[in-house]
Nanobody, 131 residues
Framework: QVQLVESGGGLVQAGGSLRLSCAAS????????MAWFRQAAGKERELVAA???????????YYADSMKPRFTISRDNAKNTLYLQMNSLKPEDTAIYYC?????????????????????WGQGTQLTVSS
């Protein structure tokens, strides 16, 4: 079992940058596929990015197409921490950002983008981007 706590959200102007962090408890953090989702008011929760161990003995990052140029997901297994670096922020990035974890792995795609794949969630952190 893993517990997740996000931090780093806040208010930022359009064009600015921010880094979110997700601290995970537990002894097997490195085994989990980790992901960032977001949910804007009145909208469904959507994938931002995921990072999964693959059969090639390395981690692979998946991104939502619209976010790949601006967002970077990374993890520090020694610190049990997941990060999301967000650059060139836009007002439409305003949302609650959630950290999620699953023991499933995704070597060649798969359903990493589905919230239902993840059994562990943080409480979320609010990001507001002003125009």
């Amino acid at each position: 079992q893993v517990q997740l706590v996000e931090s780093g959200g806040g208010l930022v102007q359009a064009g600015g940058s921010l880094r979110l962090s997700c601290a995970a408890s537990g002894h097997t953090f490195s085994s989990y596929t980790m992901a960032w989702f977001r949910q804007a008011a009145g909208k469904e929760r959507e994938l931002v990015a995921a990072i999964s161990w693959t059969a090639g003995n390395r981690y692979y990052a998946y991104y939502a197409d619209s976010m790949k140029p601006r967002f970077t997901i990374s993890r520090d297994n020694a610190k049990n921490t997941l990060y999301l670096q967000m650059n060139s922020l836009k007002p439409e990035d305003t949302a609650i950002y959630y950290c999620a974890a699953t023991l499933n792995t995704y070597s060649r795609g798969g359903s990493y983008y589905r919230p239902s794949e993840y059994g562990y969630w943080g409480q979320g952190t609010q990001l507001t981007v002003s125009s």
